[in-house]
């Protein structure tokens, strides 16, 4: 099998919700209220 190649999340334009949560060091339930509503 042929490995995926790792990028580090600041050299990506978009990051997942499990990136971005481990990334910054929030919770995804979090991140994805403040993706849907706007920041508390």
Do not use: H, Q
Not at 9 to 26: C, N, P, R
Request: aromatic share 12%; no cysteine; charged share 20%.
């Amino acid at each position: 099998m042929s490995e995926i190649p790792t990028i580090n999340a600041s050299e990506k334009f978009l990051l997942t919700f499990d990136e971005a949560a481990g990334y910054f060091g929030i919770g995804r339930n979090k991140l994805r209220n403040m993706a849907s509503y706007g920041a508390p």
